[in-house]
């Protein structure tokens, strides 16, 4: 121990010295290392505030029943007019057929990776699988679906259902991800007890092991959905745009939300004649505005019913 | 290069639970002292005391004085980091960076305070602590190899050495031979009786073989039960304390009687 | 199905002691539902396969017309096809600007994600961590087109002065060269508006490995007289690196596919340029896909899906990659 380049040993008063000394370069990097990490923080609540506060405070003004329950239908120019109604159709019915072909598949396929598939080499492909499906771009499963109908149909066919299977290509990924997370969460357990028993297996995936995850099960749904209920790309090119409403999912053109909103910016401002007090130059922007204010508070509600679910209903068996 | 340390009136808490309660105690500079007691008596959390380890865990705080050479280690002008520099610690399980080789592993230390350490210097440095730890010629050929390869024991005196090679005033071992075999523990234990001419070392360990083995002292922390603080009920010569100890407590539990 | 059986014979109850000795007496029907329930999840595992199979031979029957098609032809029947180039001279400048847009939002995104994910794990008290790490989800929540419609209406304006102090000041770099747009409807803005997008999936990764560094190394460097910066260079940065490194290539992913957000903010072009700051230079897949394919005709269609067609391959590429860093690391920390 004779070969040291550090100072020698303190010794009584020195000691204290010692303890003191801090190294004020280390201290102080570690000071500004610590200022960045907040800095980073802070820096990122930046636009989330900025975009909640003017989606509310510029939607919130045109925001009434008015603009909810009518459409758009004969609302030209700047006329203080039109609604949303035909979008939220749309949407709604868009998104829940989605749902209808998503849930069950995603479901099923995550119990047969959970319950069946356990470490057969189609089970660990279906999980690659999914996590290059998880990858897809929007757009790109807009343009399948296209390509799907257009096959189907033939080219150019334009209506609610492609789009919900554009979403739905989206949205299984999803499901199957979050699904087979709850079911691996239930004790092995609770499923032997039930073999036991004598229950048959698919009774005991049935009536135990997807009751004791049903509220997983649901918040996974839940926030599934409002990941895809804001999606625009595929339904632009799958939909298309309409002004008036259309309750058929498989009949003609459906306006959704989403490309309401963008509809509505891409218009921009109307050129209105000087002194025409109808004519509302930015009454498009106003219902891009309103209507994503109505799209951001969907699928806020919908990730809090989806939390909510968990904290309450969720069964204690950690 | 070895300091005395006076413990006084000290408690030691986890939020509102008090884990240790009033623990008054001298360790003598260059000898070891063992700390023995039933799991959860305190023991360990109160050696984490010593470098200010123990506050790193979220509400942790300590009441009372810890001083070194008549500095009082939670003083107010005490910088915690600096005091982890002069009471280095090796702890249960080994736990060399696994990203760094041999040599970086011994470094490791030096380099936050001295980064522009000549590499002859550093050839030194790293030589003198490989040999302090009784590593150098199992390690000599192969420095710049990660130190994960190595087998449990020599991890272990891998941390020693990183332990030693920043110079520290005290060293802590919380168990250090409770994840080895028993030919690695020797090797430990033959290297604490050498530390001790330079070191005031402290070891926590369950195994009262290695406290009679290797200590000068030994305390006896002991739990009334859960949810009570652990006391220390005494601290002796370890002759003493395994011949002929004063409270009954310690005499149960050095026989076996429970715990 | 035969399961219906055990339930008529007995009154109707839930599965519970009572049951067994009925379903051992139809045993032999409980397995053949057994095996119909095995089929069907089996099934929609295989399912997925399907699917993913049925994207790739979809985009290229569909794209197949443009792919074999003479560029001439091309030219001729689809209005904004470029002429005298080939259907890889028209798809080369989107690549080269679906790559930049996420390249610079990643380079954006990771170091604040980085700074985010370690505030969240090893600086914020465990109580504020929690609470933070939801609002940082909050902003996957939001939907694509409100960042469009945030992008495009409130940010640019504000960030166009920034830009032209970029401009003016390092405007010798070429990527903040040539002239400033008025109007901050520029590459440079959409990449900050895609690193908002992609930061909470990038911080929601690196959060979970920083928070899995073993305990035991981060007390060896503490016990060396580390600062809590020190202790993450020393521990929790080198555990970390695989995992930070496959967060920024699903962020990438994330980036590259990115729709609604270019088209709504950037002012497109078909260049291969650097300029960040200047209008009309550069245009990604999605967002071209996007603003033509409402009006385009059949081959217009068809060269549209052979674009979307290596955009697909591109993201596929990219998270592949990505997930086998993943595993690759699940290997060796479980040797840990």
Redesign the interface.
């Known amino acids: 121990?004779?070969?040291?380049?550090?100072t020698p040993?303190p010794?009584?008063s020195s000691?204290?010295e010692?303890?003191?000394?801090?190294?004020h370069r280390?201290?102080r990097?570690?000071r500004i290392?610590?200022g960045?990490?907040?800095?980073?923080?802070v820096?990122?609540?930046i636009?989330?505030l900025?975009?909640s506060w003017?989606?509310v405070s510029r939607g919130i003004g045109r925001l009434d029943s008015y603009f909810l329950l009518n459409s758009m239908r004969g609302v030209f120019g700047g006329m203080d007019a039109g609604g949303i109604y035909h979008a939220i159709v749309g949407t709604l019915e868009i998104t829940l057929f989605a749902a209808l072909i998503s849930v069950?598949?995603?479901i099923?396929?995550a119990?047969?990776?959970v319950?069946?598939?356990a470490g057969k080499p189609?089970?660990k492909?279906?999980t690659?699988?999914?996590?290059?499906?998880?990858?897809?771009?929007?757009?790109?499963?807009g343009?399948?679906a296209?390509?799907?109908f257009?096959?189907l149909l033939g080219?150019g066919a334009k209506f609610g259902a492609i789009g919900s299977v554009a979403l739905s290509?989206l949205m299984?990924?999803v499901v199957?991800r979050s699904s087979e997370e709850m079911l691996r969460l239930v004790p092995n357990e609770l499923r032997e007890a039930?073999l036991a028993?004598?229950?048959?297996?698919?009774?005991?995936?049935?009536?135990?092991v997807l009751r004791t995850s049903v509220a997983g099960l649901t918040t996974g749904v839940m926030l599934a959905i409002?990941?895809v209920?804001?999606?625009?790309?595929p339904l632009?090119?799958t939909v298309?745009?309409v002004d008036s409403i259309n309750f058929n999912l498989f009949e003609g053109r459906m306006m959704t939300l989403?490309?309401y909103?963008?509809r509505q910016?891409?218009q921009g401002l109307v050129p209105c004649t000087e002194g025409d007090a109808s004519c509302i130059a930015d009454i498009n922007?106003q219902r891009?505005?309103a209507a994503?204010l109505t799209?951001?508070l969907i699928?806020?509600v919908l990730?809090l019913i989806g939390r909510l679910v968990t904290r309450f209903f969720a069964p204690k068996i950690r | 290069m070895a300091q005395r340390i006076d413990v006084k009136d000290l408690n030691i808490y986890y939020g509102a639970f008090k884990a240790v309660e009033d623990v008054n105690m001298t360790i003598e500079p260059r000898s070891v002292t063992a700390f023995i007691g039933p799991s959860g008596c305190g023991k360990s959390t109160f050696l984490r005391t010593l470098n200010r380890m123990h506050e790193v865990i979220p509400g942790a705080r300590v009441e009372g004085t810890v001083a070194v050479e008549g500095v009082d280690l939670y003083g107010a002008e005490i910088d915690p980091v600096a005091v982890r520099r002069q009471v280095g610690m090796v702890f249960q399980r080994p736990n060399p960076f696994p990203t760094m080789s041999i040599a970086e592993n011994v470094l490791a230390g030096v380099r936050l305070n001295n980064r522009r350490i000549s590499k002859g210097d550093a050839n030194d440095l790293v030589e003198a602590s490989l040999r302090g730890a009784n590593l150098w010629n199992e390690v000599k050929d192969r420095l710049d190899r990660p130190g994960s390869g190595l087998s449990g024991g020599q991890q272990q005196r891998l941390c020693i050495a990183r332990a030693i090679a920043v110079k520290p005033q005290v060293l802590l071992m919380d168990e250090p031979c409770s994840a080895l075999d028993p030919i690695s523990t020797l090797a430990i234990e033959d290297l604490i009786a050498e530390l001790k001419s330079e070191y005031t070392i402290v070891i926590v360990t369950h195994n009262m073989q290695q406290a009679a083995r290797v200590s000068e002292r030994t305390a006896f922390f002991n739990i009334a039960g859960t949810g009570q603080p652990g006391k220390l009920i005494e601290i002796d010569d370890t002759a003493t304390m395994f011949s002929s100890p004063k409270e009954q407590a310690t005499e149960d539990y050095i026989s076996g009687r429970f715990g | 199905m035969t399961s219906t059986q055990p339930r008529t014979a007995g009154p109707t109850e839930p599965v519970k002691p009572g049951a067994t000795a009925r379903r051992l007496r139809s045993g032999h029907g409980d397995r053949g539902g057994s095996r119909v329930f095995r089929w069907v999840a089996t099934g929609a595992g295989v399912l997925i396969l399907l699917i993913l199979a049925a994207v790739a031979v979809f985009l290229i029957q569909r794209a197949w017309p443009a792919l074999t098609a003479d560029s001439a032809d091309l030219s001729d029947a689809v209005s904004w096809f470029p002429d005298d180039t080939s259907l890889l001279g028209f798809v080369g400048p989107l690549i080269f600007g679906t790559l930049l847009a996420a390249a610079v939002s990643l380079l954006i995104a990771t170091p604040i994600a980085i700074g985010i994910a370690l505030f969240t794990s090893h600086y914020a008290p465990r109580k504020l961590a929690n609470a933070l790490g939801y609002v940082v989800d909050l902003l996957a929540a939001i939907p694509s087109v409100v960042y469009g419609l945030w992008g495009g209406l409130v940010l640019s304006p504000i960030v166009q002065p920034v830009w032209e102090f970029l401009n003016q000041y390092l405007g010798w770099i070429p990527f903040f060269g040539g002239v400033v747009s008025p109007t901050g409807r520029v590459m440079m803005t959409v990449a900050v508006v895609l690193a908002v997008m992609i930061l909470p999936i990038i911080t929601a990764i690196c959060r979970e490995v920083f928070l899995q560094t073993p305990r035991l190394h981060e007390e060896a460097a503490l016990a060396l007289g580390a600062t809590q910066w020190e202790v993450v260079r020393m521990a929790v940065l080198p555990f970390a690196r695989s995992g930070i490194v496959s967060a920024a290539m699903l962020g990438l992913g994330r980036a590259l596919g990115e729709t609604m957000a270019v088209l709504m903010i950037l002012s497109p072009g078909f260049l291969y340029s650097f300029r960040l700051l200047e209008a009309g230079q550069q245009q990604t897949i999605a967002a071209n896909i996007a603003a033509q394919f409402p009006e385009a005709n059949q081959t217009g269609v068809a060269t549209l899906i052979a674009t979307g067609l290596a955009l697909f391959i591109i993201t596929l590429a990219v998270n592949m990659a990505a997930r086998a860093i993943v595993a690759r690391r699940k290997d060796f920390s479980g040797a840990n």
């Not at chain 1, 010692?18 to 190294?23: M, S």
């Not at chain 1, 960045?36 to 923080?41: H, M, N, P, T």
Request: avoid cysteine; charge should be positive; hydrophobic fraction near 60%.
């Open positions: 121990m004779t070969t040291t380049p550090t040993t010794a009584g000691l204290r010692a303890l003191q000394a801090t190294d280390r201290r990097t570690d290392m610590r960045l990490i907040i800095a980073a923080f820096l990122a609540m636009p989330l900025s975009l003017t989606v069950p598949i995603g099923m396929a119990i047969y990776l319950e069946y598939g189609l089970a492909l279906v690659f699988l999914v996590d290059v499906m998880t990858g897809i771009p929007s757009i790109v499963a343009l399948f296209y390509a799907l257009a096959l080219p290509v299984i990924p199957i039930s028993l004598g229950v048959p297996r698919w009774l005991t995936i049935v009536k135990v409002a990941r209920i804001g999606e625009t790309a632009l090119l298309g745009v989403p490309v909103v963008y910016y891409a922007l891009a505005w994503a799209l951001f699928v806020m990730n």
